[in-house]
């Protein structure tokens, strides 16, 4: 069994399917990315996973145990499943060492010393030791979607969600963003993306998904699906976005 496995994934707002039947495998240590245009399920595939959203279908398990459906510990769930928003969702009142050292303390129970000595480790890894003290709006977007990435790492996930973190950014920070999701990548750890940055994708993954009207139409490794993609609708995406000639 897969580390991460959704078996036939349906999710609906009432008479609206979003997810119609989902099957991904993800194995420990790979990376996924989710490719398509708006409307196609990405995020609600991530939110599904991370269960901010109830599936009404299928199953979804994280290393052989069941993580959806009635019962489950969300609790614990997220503290093996971190998941970073286009939109930071940093906690203005607090300083940045505060917002990246509130959930090992409170969740994790990690004494106060031994969490700040952590967040100023991983602060420090990227460049932003020296805005421990600062505020949210004291930084800019890129930094800040850095903070967040740092916040959902300092939980120690086992999977980390990334639901177009670039998308809200002046195309001048997004650089430095991806700079951050390389180098996990790096370090192996296990990430499902979802974005619109194709050459990115094409570097880091080592699956796409193509999703369209809530399936996984095409996916296979970014040679396959980026390169020579064999879905009409998949060539057609690639197009409008600039990855394929017309």
Do not use: W
């Not at 969300?74 to 970073?84: A, F, M």
């Not at 004494?111 to 480790?121: I, K």
Request: with cysteine; hydrophobic share 45%; proline share 3%.
């Amino acid at each position: 069994m897969a580390f991460l496995t959704l078996d036939s994934v349906v999710k609906s707002y009432g008479e609206r399917t979003v997810l119609r039947g989902i099957d991904l495998n993800v194995e420990r240590h790979q990376v996924v990315c989710l490719i398509g245009g708006s409307g196609s399920g990405k995020s609600t595939l991530l939110r599904c996973i991370n269960a901010l959203e109830d599936i009404n279908e299928g199953e979804i398990r994280l290393d052989g145990d069941i993580i959806s459906g009635e019962g489950i510990n969300v609790d614990l769930l997220r503290r093996n499943i971190g998941i970073v928003f286009q939109s930071f969702n940093l906690f203005p009142h607090m300083s940045v060492l505060k917002n990246v050292t509130l959930a090992p303390i409170k969740i994790h129970g990690i004494d106060a010393a031994t969490a700040h000595e952590r967040g100023m480790e991983l602060l420090r890894r990227i460049g932003l030791g020296d805005k421990a003290n600062a505020y949210p709006d004291q930084l800019s977007g890129g930094q800040q979607q850095r903070v967040a990435i740092v916040r959902a790492m300092a939980m120690d996930p086992k999977v980390l969600l990334l639901d177009e973190i670039t998308s809200a950014l002046d195309p001048v920070l997004v650089g430095e963003v991806l700079d951050i999701v390389r180098e996990l990548a790096n370090d192996g750890l296990t990430m499902l993306l979802a974005t619109h940055e194709m050459s990115f994708a094409h570097e880091v993954a080592d699956t796409i998904c193509f999703l369209h009207e809530g399936v996984i139409l095409e996916q296979g490794p970014p040679s396959q699906v980026l390169d020579a993609p064999q879905e009409a609708h998949t060539r057609a995406f690639l197009s409008r976005v600039g990855r394929l000639r017309q």
